[in-house]
């Protein structure tokens, strides 16, 4: 069989390739009744994620627990599942305040593919390989594979030579008993079943891995400690709006009048978490950092040291 054949006979066995009879009408259908058959088919989305929680859980804790130890969280994707990483792994800094380096997303054919279709480069899994090897790959770093089909080269590279060089391993795809699944540790597939515009992955597959690298990211920065209950201590006060955001989140962490929050932040030099602490362990900056560094950033560990 040639491998265009062989091709076209894997992609017949995937969910997210098969066409729908009954919607080969739907252009020919009102716009709005599109737009509600569109709508209709994004509500099963969540419930195809939840269904996976478990797994999703299971790979949180992994990777907390290696960037508990200094590790980094990579993506690695191509095409929609590579752009995908590329975002969540982009606004973590901000959200976060994690260190350049610490969440990265990589995708095929390099950043020029986040704009243009780079040919060809998610069917190399050596691509993949020479990707992570510019990291430097440790064993204390989670690769995260994604891909909708989870059959892409590129994607599945990525987990092998991850996997070989000791690191923590997590598979994302939309079909089931994907070998990007079965080449890593922790295997997560949310199947949403066929698109509205056959085997355009970008819709509900898309919405799917969106919502599980979503939970990936945020649950494991509040494992690290990354938030106060709700509210993100750890923003970095980039731009106008965010030192708004800092000013908002220092009085609803601690219910101080607007002078004490500004003059707590001046103190801190910007740095919600330490503005915090200042206030509800009446401290000094000086001794708020101190406190924070002692507690590896964690601010509940730093009030109680400070028996606040």
Same mark, same amino acid.
């Given at each position: 069989m040639t491998d265009s054949l @062989?091709?076209?006979?894997?992609?017949?066995? +995937?969910?997210?390739e098969a066409f729908r009879p009954e919607l080969a009408g739907i252009d020919q259908l009102p716009t709005l009744d599109i737009a509600r058959l569109m709508n209709g088919e994004d509500t099963g989305v969540p419930a195809a994620v939840a269904a996976r929680l478990p797994e999703i859980a299971a790979a949180v804790d992994a990777v907390a627990a290696r960037m508990e130890r200094g590790g980094r969280l990579v993506y690695a994707g191509a095409g929609t599942a590579g752009r995908l990483g590329v975002l969540d792994a982009s606004e973590c800094p901000p959200t976060f305040n994690t260190a350049p380096g610490q969440v990265v997303g990589l995708i095929a054919g390099g950043p020029g593919a986040l704009v243009t279709s780079v040919e060809g480069a998610e069917d190399s899994p050596g691509l993949a390989r020479a990707d992570l090897d510019a990291l430097? +790959?440790?064993? #204390? #770093?989670?690769v995260v594979g994604?891909?909708?089909?989870?059959?892409t080269p590129y994607a599945i590279g990525a987990v092998e030579h991850a996997r070989a060089a000791g690191a923590l391993t997590v598979g994302l795809s939309c079909n089931a008993d994907s070998a990007l699944a079965?080449?890593?540790? @922790?295997?997560?597939?949310v199947v949403v079943g066929p698109e509205l515009l056959t085997g355009s992955t970008r819709l509900k597959?898309?919405?799917a891995q969106k919502l599980v690298l979503n939970m990936l990211s945020t649950i494991t920065m509040i494992r690290l400690g990354k938030t106060y209950g709700n509210l993100m201590v750890d923003l970095r006060?980039?731009?106008?709006k965010l030192r708004a955001r800092s000013r908002r989140i220092v009085a609803q962490a601690t219910g101080a009048p607007e002078a004490d929050v500004e003059r707590a932040l001046t103190e801190a030099e910007g740095e919600v978490k330490t503005a915090i602490l200042i206030i509800l362990a009446g401290v000094d900056g000086a001794t708020a950092t101190r406190l924070l560094e002692e507690s590896d950033g964690r601010l509940r560990t730093a009030l109680g040291k400070a028996g606040a």
């Amino acid at each position: 069989m040639t491998d265009s054949l @062989h091709l076209q006979s894997e992609l017949a066995t +995937l969910t997210t390739e098969a066409f729908r009879p009954e919607l080969a009408g739907i252009d020919q259908l009102p716009t709005l009744d599109i737009a509600r058959l569109m709508n209709g088919e994004d509500t099963g989305v969540p419930a195809a994620v939840a269904a996976r929680l478990p797994e999703i859980a299971a790979a949180v804790d992994a990777v907390a627990a290696r960037m508990e130890r200094g590790g980094r969280l990579v993506y690695a994707g191509a095409g929609t599942a590579g752009r995908l990483g590329v975002l969540d792994a982009s606004e973590c800094p901000p959200t976060f305040n994690t260190a350049p380096g610490q969440v990265v997303g990589l995708i095929a054919g390099g950043p020029g593919a986040l704009v243009t279709s780079v040919e060809g480069a998610e069917d190399s899994p050596g691509l993949a390989r020479a990707d992570l090897d510019a990291l430097k +790959l440790t064993p #204390d #770093d989670s690769v995260v594979g994604v891909s909708a089909s989870g059959r892409t080269p590129y994607a599945i590279g990525a987990v092998e030579h991850a996997r070989a060089a000791g690191a923590l391993t997590v598979g994302l795809s939309c079909n089931a008993d994907s070998a990007l699944a079965a080449a890593a540790e @922790h295997g997560i597939e949310v199947v949403v079943g066929p698109e509205l515009l056959t085997g355009s992955t970008r819709l509900k597959a898309g919405t799917a891995q969106k919502l599980v690298l979503n939970m990936l990211s945020t649950i494991t920065m509040i494992r690290l400690g990354k938030t106060y209950g709700n509210l993100m201590v750890d923003l970095r006060a980039s731009n106008a709006k965010l030192r708004a955001r800092s000013r908002r989140i220092v009085a609803q962490a601690t219910g101080a009048p607007e002078a004490d929050v500004e003059r707590a932040l001046t103190e801190a030099e910007g740095e919600v978490k330490t503005a915090i602490l200042i206030i509800l362990a009446g401290v000094d900056g000086a001794t708020a950092t101190r406190l924070l560094e002692e507690s590896d950033g964690r601010l509940r560990t730093a009030l109680g040291k400070a028996g606040a």
